[in-house]
C-alpha cells in the first residue's frame, strides 16, 4: 500500500535515493502514475512552496526540490496519459526583451510544471511577437513575465498592450514577477495577478485557471 505522506517527505526533504525507491515500489504495486504525481509529488512541492513564502525554505534548497521533482517527473512522464499532464492548463514562461536574468523565472517555471502545468520556458530576452507566436502555437491559457530590472519593466506593459492589440487577451490570464515588480504594478499594467516569488506564482496560477 503507497504511503504518499512518505513521498511527500522524501521530497521535501530531497532525499532522492529514499524517493527513487518509494517510487519504484509504488509503481511496482501498481499505483497509477498520475496518484504517484497528483498526491505524492505535487502535494510535496505544495509543502516546498509553503516553506518559502514561509521562510523556512530557501532559494538552494527549492531549486533542489525542483530539480528532484522534475526528474521524477520524467519517469512518471511515458506511464501518464497526455491529459492528466495537461489538466492545469499550459504556461507560457520568459523573461521580457533586455532582460538577461533568469533564475528566479527558471523556478517559477519548475515549480509551475511540477503543480501539473505544461510549461513552454521561452527562455530570456522574449520580444513580444515572440510571446505572442507561443500563445498562438500552444493554445497556452497562462503567460508567465519576469523581469529583474526596473529598466525592464515597461517591457512587460508593452508586452501586455501587443497581447492586447494581438486580440488574444481574452485567451491568456497573465501574470508578472520578479524582484522590483509589485501588485500596484501589475494592476497599473493591466495583469491578471502578480506573484512575489515561485510557490506563490504556481499557486496563484492553479486558482487563476479554476
Ligand atoms: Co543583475 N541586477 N544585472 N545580473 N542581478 C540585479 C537584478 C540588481 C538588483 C543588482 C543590484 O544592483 N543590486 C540590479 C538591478 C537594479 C535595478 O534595476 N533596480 C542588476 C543590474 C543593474 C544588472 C546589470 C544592468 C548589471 C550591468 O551589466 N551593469 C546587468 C543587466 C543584464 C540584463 O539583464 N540586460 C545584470 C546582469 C546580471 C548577471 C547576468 C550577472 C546575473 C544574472 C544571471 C542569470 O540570471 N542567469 C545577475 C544577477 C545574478 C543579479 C542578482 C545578483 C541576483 C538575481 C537572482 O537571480 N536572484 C540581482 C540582485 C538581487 O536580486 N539580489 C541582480 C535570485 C532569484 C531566485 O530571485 O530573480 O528575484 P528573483 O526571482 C524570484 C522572484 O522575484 C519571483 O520568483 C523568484 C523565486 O522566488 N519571480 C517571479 C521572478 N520572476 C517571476 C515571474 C513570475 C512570478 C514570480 O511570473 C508570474
Same mark, same amino acid.
Given at each position: 500500500?503507497?504511503?504518499?505522506?512518505?513521498? $511527500?517527505?522524501?521530497?521535501?526533504?530531497?532525499?532522492?535515493?529514499?524517493? &527513487?525507491?518509494? *517510487?519504484?515500489? +509504488?509503481?511496482? @504495486? $501498481?499505483? /497509477?502514475?498520475?496518484?504517484?504525481?497528483?498526491?505524492?509529488? *505535487? %502535494? =510535496?512541492?505544495?509543502?516546498?512552496? @509553503?516553506?518559502?513564502?514561509?521562510?523556512?525554505?530557501? *532559494? /538552494?534548497?527549492?531549486?533542489? %526540490? +525542483? $530539480?528532484?521533482?522534475?526528474?521524477?517527473?520524467?519517469?512518471?512522464?511515458?506511464?501518464?496519459?497526455?491529459?492528466?499532464?495537461?489538466?492545469? =492548463?499550459?504556461?507560457?514562461?520568459?523573461?521580457?526583451?533586455?532582460?538577461?536574468?533568469?533564475?528566479?523565472?527558471?523556478? #517559477?517555471?519548475?515549480?509551475? @510544471?511540477?503543480?501539473?502545468?505544461?510549461?513552454?520556458?521561452?527562455?530570456?530576452?522574449? %520580444?513580444?511577437? &515572440?510571446?505572442?507566436?507561443?500563445?498562438?502555437?500552444?493554445?497556452?491559457?497562462?503567460? +508567465?513575465?519576469?523581469?529583474?530590472?526596473?529598466?525592464?519593466? /515597461?517591457?512587460?506593459?508593452?508586452? #501586455?498592450?501587443? *497581447?492586447? @492589440?494581438?486580440?488574444?487577451?481574452?485567451?491568456?490570464?497573465?501574470? #508578472?514577477?520578479?524582484?522590483? #515588480?509589485?501588485?500596484?504594478?501589475?494592476?497599473?499594467?493591466?495583469?491578471?495577478?502578480? +506573484? /512575489?516569488?515561485?510557490?506563490?506564482?504556481?499557486?496563484?496560477? $492553479?486558482?487563476?485557471?479554476?
Amino acid at each position: 500500500m503507497t504511503d504518499f505522506n512518505e513521498i $511527500k517527505s522524501a521530497l521535501v526533504a530531497m532525499d532522492e535515493a529514499t524517493l &527513487t525507491r518509494l *517510487i519504484n515500489a +509504488a509503481l511496482g @504495486e $501498481k499505483t /497509477p502514475a498520475e496518484a504517484i504525481l497528483n498526491q505524492g509529488l *505535487i %502535494a =510535496g512541492m505544495d509543502i516546498v512552496g @509553503e516553506r518559502m513564502e514561509n521562510g523556512e525554505m530557501f *532559494i /538552494p534548497e527549492v531549486l533542489g %526540490a +525542483a $530539480k528532484l521533482m522534475g526528474k521524477c517527473v520524467e519517469v512518471l512522464k511515458p506511464l501518464l496519459g497526455e491529459d492528466d499532464m495537461d489538466s492545469a =492548463g499550459h504556461v507560457v514562461i520568459g523573461t521580457v526583451k533586455g532582460d538577461l536574468h533568469d533564475i528566479g523565472k527558471n523556478l #517559477v517555471s519548475m515549480m509551475m @510544471e511540477s503543480a501539473g502545468f505544461i510549461v513552454t520556458d521561452l527562455g530570456v530576452d522574449v %520580444a513580444p511577437e &515572440t510571446f505572442i507566436k507561443a500563445i498562438n502555437e500552444n493554445d497556452a491559457n497562462i503567460l +508567465a513575465l519576469s523581469a529583474l530590472l526596473t529598466t525592464t519593466m /515597461p517591457m512587460m506593459k508593452q508586452t #501586455v498592450e501587443a *497581447i492586447v @492589440e494581438s486580440g488574444l487577451r481574452d485567451n491568456v490570464k497573465i501574470l #508578472v514577477g520578479g524582484a522590483p #515588480v509589485t501588485q500596484a504594478f501589475a494592476d497599473e499594467i493591466g495583469a491578471d495577478g502578480f +506573484a /512575489p516569488d515561485a510557490g506563490a506564482a504556481s499557486k496563484l496560477a $492553479k486558482t487563476i485557471t479554476v
